[in-house]
Protein backbone atom coordinates (compact mmCIF):
# COMPACT_ATOMS: atom_id res chain seq x y z
CA UNK A 1 0.00 0.00 0.00
CA UNK A 2 1.31 3.33 -0.88
CA UNK A 3 0.32 6.71 -0.86
CA UNK A 4 -1.01 7.99 -4.11
CA UNK A 5 -2.55 11.77 -3.04
CA UNK A 6 -3.26 13.68 -0.30
CA UNK A 7 -5.63 16.52 -0.05
CA UNK A 8 -6.44 19.17 2.24
CA UNK A 9 -10.02 20.42 3.52
CA UNK A 10 -10.45 23.18 6.03
CA UNK A 11 -13.79 23.82 7.76
CA UNK A 12 -14.27 26.60 10.53
CA UNK A 13 -15.95 24.94 13.86
CA UNK A 14 -17.63 27.90 15.64
CA UNK A 15 -18.09 27.98 19.65
CA UNK A 16 -21.52 27.98 21.01
CA UNK A 17 -22.27 31.32 22.82
CA UNK A 18 -19.87 32.67 20.49
CA UNK A 19 -16.54 32.48 22.47
CA UNK A 20 -14.35 30.32 24.08
CA UNK A 21 -12.73 31.68 27.23
CA UNK A 22 -9.04 31.15 28.58
CA UNK A 23 -7.15 33.31 30.70
CA UNK A 24 -4.51 34.80 27.77
CA UNK A 25 -7.07 34.25 24.50
CA UNK A 26 -10.61 34.24 23.00
CA UNK A 27 -11.43 32.36 20.66
CA UNK A 28 -14.62 33.24 18.35
CA UNK A 29 -13.69 30.76 15.28
CA UNK A 30 -11.14 27.58 15.06
CA UNK A 31 -9.94 26.61 11.84
CA UNK A 32 -9.70 22.88 11.29
CA UNK A 33 -7.53 20.80 8.53
CA UNK A 34 -8.41 17.56 7.79
CA UNK A 35 -5.96 15.55 5.96
CA UNK A 36 -7.42 13.23 4.02
CA UNK A 37 -4.64 10.14 2.12
CA UNK A 38 -5.65 8.25 -0.75
CA UNK A 39 -3.64 5.05 -1.43
CA UNK A 40 -2.63 3.42 -4.69
CA UNK A 41 -5.51 0.61 -4.04
CA UNK A 42 -7.87 3.40 -3.46
CA UNK A 43 -8.29 3.56 0.51
CA UNK A 44 -8.95 6.65 2.20
CA UNK A 45 -7.34 7.45 5.62
CA UNK A 46 -8.46 10.86 7.63
CA UNK A 47 -6.82 12.91 10.29
CA UNK A 48 -7.10 16.32 11.48
CA UNK A 49 -5.50 19.09 13.12
CA UNK A 50 -7.66 22.34 14.79
CA UNK A 51 -5.59 24.48 16.62
CA UNK A 52 -7.09 26.74 19.81
CA UNK A 53 -6.54 30.19 17.71
CA UNK A 54 -2.89 31.78 17.62
CA UNK A 55 -2.42 32.41 20.65
CA UNK A 56 -3.14 29.15 22.86
CA UNK A 57 0.23 27.61 21.82
CA UNK A 58 2.90 28.11 19.16
CA UNK A 59 0.67 26.99 16.77
CA UNK A 60 -1.51 28.04 14.35
CA UNK A 61 -4.12 26.85 11.20
CA UNK A 62 -1.91 29.16 8.91
CA UNK A 63 0.86 27.47 10.13
CA UNK A 64 -0.89 23.84 9.98
CA UNK A 65 -1.49 24.44 6.18
CA UNK A 66 1.68 26.06 5.43
CA UNK A 67 3.54 22.93 6.92
CA UNK A 68 1.40 19.95 5.61
CA UNK A 69 2.23 21.82 2.19
CA UNK A 70 5.63 21.79 2.74
CA UNK A 71 5.70 17.92 3.73
CA UNK A 72 2.77 16.65 2.00
CA UNK A 73 4.77 16.28 -1.66
CA UNK A 74 7.59 14.13 -0.20
CA UNK A 75 5.16 11.56 1.67
CA UNK A 76 4.05 10.47 -1.86
CA UNK A 77 4.75 6.54 -2.37
CA UNK A 78 5.32 5.70 1.71
CA UNK A 79 3.27 2.86 3.17
CA UNK A 80 0.93 4.64 5.64
CA UNK A 81 0.42 1.39 7.72
CA UNK A 82 4.49 1.64 8.79
CA UNK A 83 3.81 4.99 11.47
CA UNK A 84 7.48 4.94 12.41
CA UNK A 85 8.85 5.18 8.99
CA UNK A 86 6.29 7.69 8.37
CA UNK A 87 7.33 9.93 11.39
CA UNK A 88 10.99 9.74 10.50
CA UNK A 89 10.25 11.14 6.87
CA UNK A 90 7.99 14.23 8.50
CA UNK A 91 11.03 15.15 10.97
CA UNK A 92 13.44 14.73 7.88
CA UNK A 93 11.45 17.22 5.66
CA UNK A 94 10.23 19.57 8.76
CA UNK A 95 12.01 20.84 12.10
CA UNK A 96 9.09 20.82 14.74
CA UNK A 97 5.45 21.53 13.68
CA UNK A 98 4.35 18.53 15.42
CA UNK A 99 0.66 19.88 14.97
CA UNK A 100 0.50 19.60 11.36
CA UNK A 101 2.31 16.06 11.56
CA UNK A 102 -0.41 14.54 13.67
CA UNK A 103 -3.08 15.15 11.01
CA UNK A 104 -0.75 13.23 8.58
CA UNK A 105 -0.19 10.43 11.14
CA UNK A 106 -3.85 10.28 12.60
CA UNK A 107 -4.75 9.65 8.72
CA UNK A 108 -1.60 7.07 8.61
CA UNK A 109 -3.51 5.43 12.07
CA UNK A 110 -6.52 5.05 10.14
CA UNK A 111 -5.46 3.60 7.23
CA UNK A 112 -3.81 0.79 8.96
CA UNK A 113 -7.02 0.32 11.02
CA UNK A 114 -8.82 0.04 7.64
CA UNK A 115 -6.71 -1.82 6.06
CA UNK A 116 -6.62 -4.45 8.84
CA UNK A 117 -10.00 -4.46 10.12
CA UNK A 118 -9.39 -3.53 13.55
CA UNK A 119 -9.67 -0.13 15.97
CA UNK A 120 -7.15 2.14 16.29
CA UNK A 121 -7.14 1.42 20.06
CA UNK A 122 -6.54 -2.31 19.03
CA UNK A 123 -3.54 -1.35 17.25
CA UNK A 124 -2.81 0.23 20.12
CA UNK A 125 -3.13 -2.60 22.51
CA UNK A 126 -6.13 -3.04 23.26
CA UNK A 127 -9.19 -0.53 25.02
CA UNK A 128 -9.94 -0.99 28.52
CA UNK A 129 -13.62 -0.30 27.64
CA UNK A 130 -14.98 1.96 24.95
CA UNK A 131 -16.63 3.89 26.89
CA UNK A 132 -14.11 6.70 28.30
CA UNK A 133 -14.48 9.62 31.32
CA UNK A 134 -14.48 13.00 30.43
CA UNK A 135 -13.94 16.05 31.98
CA UNK A 136 -15.19 19.88 31.41
CA UNK A 137 -13.45 23.37 31.85
CA UNK A 138 -15.56 25.81 33.12
CA UNK A 139 -14.66 29.17 31.52
CA UNK A 140 -14.68 32.58 34.02
CA UNK A 141 -17.62 33.99 35.03
CA UNK A 142 -19.34 35.32 38.14
CA UNK A 143 -19.38 33.44 41.43
CA UNK A 144 -22.98 32.73 40.89
CA UNK A 145 -22.89 31.20 37.22
CA UNK A 146 -20.07 29.15 38.35
CA UNK A 147 -21.61 27.49 41.43
CA UNK A 148 -24.62 26.94 38.94
CA UNK A 149 -22.35 25.24 36.34
CA UNK A 150 -20.78 22.89 38.83
CA UNK A 151 -23.88 22.37 39.78
CA UNK A 152 -25.31 20.98 36.71
CA UNK A 153 -21.90 19.45 35.90
CA UNK A 154 -22.18 17.21 38.92
CA UNK A 155 -25.98 16.71 38.28
CA UNK A 156 -24.97 15.35 34.63
CA UNK A 157 -22.42 12.74 36.20
CA UNK A 158 -19.24 14.44 35.55
CA UNK A 159 -16.16 13.38 37.71
CA UNK A 160 -13.76 15.71 36.78
CA UNK A 161 -14.22 19.78 36.27
CA UNK A 162 -11.17 21.97 35.59
CA UNK A 163 -12.24 25.46 36.14
CA UNK A 164 -10.41 28.24 33.89
CA UNK A 165 -8.73 30.91 36.06
CA UNK A 166 -6.14 33.62 35.35
CA UNK A 167 -6.86 36.88 33.29
CA UNK A 168 -9.06 38.38 36.31
CA UNK A 169 -8.19 39.64 39.38
CA UNK A 170 -6.97 36.32 42.01
CA UNK A 171 -9.57 37.22 44.71
CA UNK A 172 -11.91 36.51 41.56
CA UNK A 173 -10.67 33.11 41.39
CA UNK A 174 -10.28 32.43 44.80
CA UNK A 175 -13.89 33.11 45.00
CA UNK A 176 -15.14 31.12 42.09
CA UNK A 177 -12.76 27.83 43.28
CA UNK A 178 -14.76 27.68 46.49
CA UNK A 179 -17.87 27.98 44.76
CA UNK A 180 -16.76 24.99 42.58
CA UNK A 181 -15.83 23.41 45.59
CA UNK A 182 -18.56 23.75 48.16
CA UNK A 183 -21.06 22.37 44.75
CA UNK A 184 -18.88 19.25 44.43
CA UNK A 185 -19.31 16.14 46.88
CA UNK A 186 -15.84 14.28 47.99
CA UNK A 187 -14.54 12.10 44.83
CA UNK A 188 -14.55 14.88 42.24
CA UNK A 189 -11.52 15.68 40.66
CA UNK A 190 -10.63 19.65 40.93
CA UNK A 191 -8.18 21.49 38.79
CA UNK A 192 -7.35 24.85 38.47
CA UNK A 193 -6.09 25.67 34.93
CA UNK A 194 -4.76 29.31 34.45
CA UNK A 195 -3.39 28.38 30.79
CA UNK A 196 0.01 29.99 31.86
CA UNK A 197 -1.93 33.18 32.98
CA UNK A 198 -0.49 33.30 36.13
CA UNK A 199 2.98 34.37 38.11
CA UNK A 200 4.84 32.18 40.68
CA UNK A 201 3.33 34.77 43.49
CA UNK A 202 -0.27 34.20 42.29
CA UNK A 203 0.10 30.43 41.84
CA UNK A 204 1.32 30.10 45.32
CA UNK A 205 -1.17 32.81 46.49
CA UNK A 206 -4.17 30.96 45.19
CA UNK A 207 -2.86 27.62 46.40
CA UNK A 208 -2.64 29.07 49.95
CA UNK A 209 -5.99 30.48 49.88
CA UNK A 210 -7.71 27.01 48.87
CA UNK A 211 -5.08 25.23 50.68
CA UNK A 212 -8.46 23.00 52.14
CA UNK A 213 -9.31 22.15 48.59
CA UNK A 214 -8.16 19.02 46.92
CA UNK A 215 -7.81 20.44 43.83
CA UNK A 216 -4.62 20.61 40.89
CA UNK A 217 -3.15 23.28 39.39
CA UNK A 218 -2.92 22.90 36.05
CA UNK A 219 0.31 24.92 33.62
CA UNK A 220 -0.34 27.64 36.54
CA UNK A 221 2.67 29.64 34.66
CA UNK A 222 4.11 29.85 31.39
CA UNK A 223 7.25 27.91 31.53
CA UNK A 224 8.88 24.46 32.84
CA UNK A 225 11.07 26.70 35.13
CA UNK A 226 8.49 29.07 36.56
CA UNK A 227 6.78 25.89 37.84
CA UNK A 228 10.29 24.53 39.68
CA UNK A 229 9.84 28.15 41.29
CA UNK A 230 6.69 26.71 42.88
CA UNK A 231 7.66 22.96 43.67
CA UNK A 232 7.69 23.24 47.68
CA UNK A 233 5.77 26.61 47.69
CA UNK A 234 2.28 25.11 46.98
CA UNK A 235 0.46 22.71 48.76
CA UNK A 236 -1.36 21.22 45.80
CA UNK A 237 0.00 18.67 42.73
CA UNK A 238 1.16 20.08 39.55
CA UNK A 239 -0.10 19.11 36.48
CA UNK A 240 1.67 20.45 32.92
CA UNK A 241 -0.17 21.18 30.28
CA UNK A 242 1.46 23.29 27.50
CA UNK A 243 4.48 23.24 28.60
CA UNK A 244 4.73 19.39 27.74
CA UNK A 245 5.38 19.19 23.76
CA UNK A 246 7.38 15.87 23.54
CA UNK A 247 8.40 12.85 24.67
CA UNK A 248 11.87 14.45 26.14
CA UNK A 249 9.92 17.39 27.78
CA UNK A 250 7.53 14.95 29.38
CA UNK A 251 10.75 12.45 31.07
CA UNK A 252 12.31 15.54 31.97
CA UNK A 253 9.51 17.21 33.99
CA UNK A 254 8.79 14.32 35.73
CA UNK A 255 12.49 13.49 36.55
CA UNK A 256 12.90 16.92 37.55
CA UNK A 257 9.96 16.89 39.66
CA UNK A 258 7.63 19.67 38.79
CA UNK A 259 5.15 17.51 36.99
CA UNK A 260 2.49 15.54 38.97
CA UNK A 261 0.83 14.71 36.18
CA UNK A 262 0.01 16.18 32.65
CA UNK A 263 -2.87 17.63 30.37
CA UNK A 264 -1.17 15.61 27.27
CA UNK A 265 -2.38 17.11 24.06
CA UNK A 266 -2.49 14.46 21.01
CA UNK A 267 -1.38 17.45 17.90
CA UNK A 268 0.87 19.08 20.29
CA UNK A 269 2.93 16.16 20.45
CA UNK A 270 2.75 15.08 16.89
CA UNK A 271 0.12 12.56 16.57
CA UNK A 272 -0.60 9.29 18.00
CA UNK A 273 2.85 7.58 17.29
CA UNK A 274 4.32 9.84 19.41
CA UNK A 275 1.93 9.96 21.87
CA UNK A 276 2.23 5.97 22.29
CA UNK A 277 5.17 6.55 23.40
CA UNK A 278 4.19 9.58 26.11
CA UNK A 279 1.53 6.97 27.29
CA UNK A 280 4.06 4.23 27.94
CA UNK A 281 6.94 7.01 29.63
CA UNK A 282 3.36 8.03 31.93
CA UNK A 283 2.79 4.70 32.63
CA UNK A 284 6.16 3.36 33.58
CA UNK A 285 6.75 6.54 35.70
CA UNK A 286 2.58 5.95 37.29
CA UNK A 287 1.75 9.39 36.11
CA UNK A 288 -1.48 10.66 35.45
CA UNK A 289 -2.61 12.45 32.09
CA UNK A 290 -5.57 13.35 30.37
CA UNK A 291 -5.53 12.54 26.48
CA UNK A 292 -6.98 15.60 24.80
CA UNK A 293 -6.70 17.99 22.30
CA UNK A 294 -6.88 21.76 21.73
CA UNK A 295 -9.68 21.73 19.58
CA UNK A 296 -11.55 19.61 16.76
CA UNK A 297 -14.10 17.62 14.94
CA UNK A 298 -15.07 13.47 15.38
CA UNK A 299 -11.58 12.48 13.62
CA UNK A 300 -9.51 14.23 16.85
CA UNK A 301 -12.70 13.56 19.38
CA UNK A 302 -12.58 9.47 17.93
CA UNK A 303 -8.09 9.30 18.15
CA UNK A 304 -8.21 10.96 21.65
CA UNK A 305 -11.19 9.35 23.31
CA UNK A 306 -9.19 5.41 20.98
CA UNK A 307 -6.01 6.23 22.87
CA UNK A 308 -7.40 7.61 26.08
CA UNK A 309 -8.54 3.81 26.14
CA UNK A 310 -5.58 2.27 26.03
CA UNK A 311 -4.24 4.28 29.42
CA UNK A 312 -3.65 1.85 32.74
CA UNK A 313 -7.14 3.05 34.10
CA UNK A 314 -5.84 4.21 37.39
CA UNK A 315 -3.41 6.87 35.83
CA UNK A 316 -6.63 7.84 33.12
CA UNK A 317 -7.79 11.41 33.76
CA UNK A 318 -10.08 11.51 31.00
CA UNK A 319 -10.59 13.06 27.25
CA UNK A 320 -12.01 16.53 27.03
CA UNK A 321 -13.53 17.43 23.22
CA UNK A 322 -14.49 20.58 21.80
CA UNK A 323 -17.89 19.22 20.51
CA UNK A 324 -20.20 20.17 23.30
CA UNK A 325 -18.41 24.06 23.12
CA UNK A 326 -19.73 24.08 19.35
CA UNK A 327 -22.17 24.72 17.50
CA UNK A 328 -21.11 23.94 14.13
CA UNK A 329 -18.34 21.43 12.82
CA UNK A 330 -18.01 19.78 9.91
CA UNK A 331 -20.23 16.58 8.57
CA UNK A 332 -19.72 13.13 9.01
CA UNK A 333 -22.09 9.97 8.15
CA UNK A 334 -21.60 7.97 11.43
CA UNK A 335 -23.11 9.12 14.46
CA UNK A 336 -21.72 11.82 15.84
CA UNK A 337 -19.57 11.86 19.07
CA UNK A 338 -20.88 12.62 22.19
CA UNK A 339 -21.08 12.85 26.26
CA UNK A 340 -23.25 11.63 28.03
CA UNK A 341 -23.44 10.85 31.88
CA UNK A 342 -19.88 12.48 31.59
CA UNK A 343 -18.58 9.75 29.54
CA UNK A 344 -17.66 9.32 25.34
CA UNK A 345 -18.19 6.46 24.08
CA UNK A 346 -15.83 6.04 21.03
CA UNK A 347 -16.93 4.68 17.22
CA UNK A 348 -16.76 0.81 16.33
CA UNK A 349 -15.94 1.14 13.01
CA UNK A 350 -11.85 -0.17 11.50
CA UNK A 351 -8.92 2.86 12.23
CA UNK A 352 -11.07 5.72 13.33
CA UNK A 353 -14.40 4.83 12.55
CA UNK A 354 -15.39 8.13 11.36
CA UNK A 355 -17.35 7.47 8.46
CA UNK A 356 -16.63 10.55 5.78
CA UNK A 357 -17.60 11.10 2.31
CA UNK A 358 -15.95 14.60 0.83
CA UNK A 359 -18.78 15.12 -1.46
CA UNK A 360 -20.50 16.40 1.65
CA UNK A 361 -18.04 19.59 1.88
CA UNK A 362 -16.62 22.24 0.23
CA UNK A 363 -13.47 21.37 -2.52
CA UNK A 364 -10.25 20.67 -1.39
CA UNK A 365 -8.03 23.58 -0.38
CA UNK A 366 -4.78 21.95 -1.89
CA UNK A 367 -4.10 18.52 -2.96
CA UNK A 368 -0.70 16.76 -3.69
CA UNK A 369 -0.19 13.90 -5.93
CA UNK A 370 -2.44 14.10 -8.75
C1 LIG B 1 -9.70 22.24 28.38
N1 LIG B 1 -8.77 21.96 27.29
C2 LIG B 1 -8.44 20.55 27.25
C3 LIG B 1 -9.43 22.40 26.04
C4 LIG B 1 -8.61 23.46 25.37
O1 LIG B 1 -7.83 22.87 24.38
C5 LIG B 1 -7.74 23.97 26.45
C6 LIG B 1 -7.52 22.79 27.29
C7 LIG B 1 -6.67 22.94 28.47
O2 LIG B 1 -6.78 22.16 29.43
O3 LIG B 1 -5.84 23.83 28.49
MG1 LIG C 1 -4.92 22.91 30.35
Given at each position: ?103 IDLACWDLWGKDTDSSVADLLGGAHSDRV ?50 QCPPGIKLLADANRGWTVRDAIEFSVACR ?159
Amino acid sequence: MQIAEIRLYQHALTPAGGNYQMSISAVTAAITHVVEIITDDDQRGYGEVCPLGPAYQPEFAGGALAAITEMAPQLLGLDPRRTNLVNVRMDELLNGHNYAKSAIDLACWDLWGKDTDSSVADLLGGAHSDRVPTYWGIMPATVEATAAKARQLVDDGYQRIQLKTGGRPLSDDIACMHAVAEQCPPGIKLLADANRGWTVRDAIEFSVACREIPLVLEQPCSTLEEHRRLVGKVSHPIFIDESSSSVAATIEAISSGVADGFGMKLSRVGGLTKLRAVRDVCDAMNTPTTVDDTWGGDLVASATTQMGATLRPALYEGTWISGPYTDQSYPVRSSPIVVENGHITFPKGPGLGVEIDTNDWEPPVAVFGQ
